[in-house]
């Protein structure tokens, strides 16, 4: 039977009707041929991309050099530029350049697809460099939000196969962000407590959408999941800006998050997806109300015209299935040990 469900961070809207689906094989994606020729992003092609802005790799080298292990180089064909301020008003309208940063994280010198083939000091030396250029562009008194995000797949918006993820610096914070800051800070006045933190420690007690568990992280399919196979992947202590994480922290987020994306591969036959970072707005007011949080956004049904019309979703597969069908899969890595908190488990 349909069931309307609330986000509670958002008020919105998602209509779960499982009728549509039953088994995981009735998410399948049209995948485009992989392509063949010179990929601007593998080791040796560094001519092919602007100069590097920053890069891991032994003291000795010299930049835009093979020898690295994570790169960022600004995008050759950015949707916004880094340009001084100017803006106006046309009759009832605003406007302003098209000011911004945006740039592109190559996450390994090896050509693959994704992060699931890569190991998890890999993928924390690619969640380092996310917080290392987010901060460094939060310096920029031009910019008021920094968004990180991942694109997998052609259905997922991905233009080359090389694993990489893109920053994007706006001189605005987005009005969703706007609205979620203030979800946070009015709960908390109403309640005294983080809606998230709730969240979470729900989904821990209740269990039924629980997806994988490492250290201090929790990764859950939402109550209100707009897309079939979405997860969130949050930190268990309140914590508002991702930027903060210390080097522990950061091997845990990459195991939890290689935990919940090999199981989305799995589960779906390598999905495309989005991966898109929330964190605290650069500057904002009573940030300490927010929690930040990743969420995996598999792309395996199709947004129409309902969704356009009144930004409802309809899922056609319930999040407690989803996450069951995800605990099925191993977790990535997942050592001998009954102890959560050392090591993932799926539940």
Known sequence: MPEWRRDPILDRWVVVAPERSQRPSDFQVERSPRKSGRCPFCPGNEANTPPE?????????????????????????????????DAGRRGPYRWMNGMGRHEIVIETPEH????????????AEVLRIWAERSRQLARDPRWRYVQVFKNVGHSGGASLEHSHSQIIALPFVPA?????????????????????????????????????RHGGFVAFAPFASRFPGEVW???????????????????ALAQT??????????????PPYNLVL???????????????????????????????????????????????????????????TNDPEQTGQHY
């Open 176 to 212: 969703r962000l706007q609205r979620e800051l203030a979800a946070f800070v009015r709960y908390r006045r109403d309640t005294g407590r983080c809606v998230l933190c709730e969240m979470v420690a729900w989904e821990l007690a209740d269990r039924q959408r629980l997806v994988y």
């Open 278 to 336: 929330h964190t605290v707005p650069v500057g904002a007011r009573e940030a300490d109300a927010y929690h930040w949080r990743l969420e995996i956004l598999p792309r395996l049904s199709i947004t129409a015209g309902f969704e356009l019309g009144t930004g409802c979703y309809i899922n056609p597969l319930p999040p407690e299935v989803a996450a069951g069908w995800l605990r099925d899969q191993k977790a990535y890595g997942k050592e001998k």
């Open 233 to 251: 992947i949050t930190p268990r202590p309140h914590t508002s800006d991702y930027t903060t994480l210390n080097a522990g922290d950061r091997l």
């Open 112 to 123: 693959t697809a994704d992060l699931d083939g890569q190991s998890p000091a890999q993928v």
């Open 257 to 270: 998050l290689l935990g919940a994306i090999q199981a989305l591969v799995k589960t779906f036959d390598r």
């Open 53 to 85: 802005v920053l890069a891991y790799g032994p003291p000795e080298r010299t930049p835009d050099t093979p020898g690295w292990h994570v790169r960022v180089v600004p995008n050759k064909f950015p949707a916004i530029r880094d340009l001084p301020p």
